[in-house]
């Protein structure tokens, strides 16, 4: 298990769109991921209030259920994303870091089922929840 | 009868139009991060994603990152909300492009929901997308994107959003 969070770290260090956008790994564990990403002023989506764009929310849900999936006890290798959606319940407060916790709870031989949650600061208060399909590699 | 106005000449129309685009592209930090561009037809809008290797998601492949696709899905479908939505105060000239600024832009649709399919791996090279807005209301819009790469009819990415749009603008006059 250790193993597989230690490969799922060094895999988002290795991603360059990631890398890009300043995602951090924080805690990862058996079908859980957690990644954040610090405000910076070349993601701001909204000139008139700071807001950070929604694309960017939608590539840290991306990567974080994708890492969820990679930490699974089942997984037998990479993933890829089959379908996600995205629900913006409220725009990010300017100048705060996004984290977002992704579990994977449900994989099948084919198919892992993940969610995912992101907040700023207020963390009572969710700014998106996103919801996803991602490909399992078959075993060999 | 009354007098028909002479139309304009293609230059006005087309400097207006092109600046009008130009001004809302540049003015959002994230699209210029991205790299992403925009070509007009008429009012048709094509979102161009030239390749870089900071939009790479597995090195191994080497594929797109899902969540740049999803961003550039994102990024047309509201530009092309938003073309439509201040195109006929544009064309009537009660937008003044001079002295527009990021800070005085035209508030932008707000993404309510999200959703991108997958079709196919992304790869290493420009991306293209088209929305189609399937209901524009007064407060609330549906639109679709579709996304390609080298060939039109096989899409790598598609996807569907819903929208608030902004109340009206208040225009000099009215």
Redesign the interface.
Known sequence: MVDIVAMAKQFIHALPHSVMLGMEPREMGAGEASISMPYKEELIGDPVTGVIHGGAVSALMDTCCGAAVMCHPDNRGGTATIDLRIDYMRAATPGQTIVARATCYHFTRSVAFVRAVATDDDTGNPVATATGAFTVEAKK | MSPRSKPESVQVIKQRRDTALRVLTE????I???GIEFERRGDELTGILPFK????????LP??????T???L??TA?MTLNWFHLWDDLEAGKINLETLT????P??P?????????LR?GLPRDAYARARITRAGRRYASVQVEAWQDNRERLYAQAMGHFVMPAPRETEGE
């Open positions: 003015a959002v930090p994230y210029r991060f991205l290797q900071g939009l790479i998601g597995n090195p191994l594929a797109l990152h899902g969540g740049a999803a961003a550039f994102e990024v509201v990021p800070a005085s832009l508030r932008l707000k993404t309510v929901d999200f959703t991108v399919d997958y791996t």
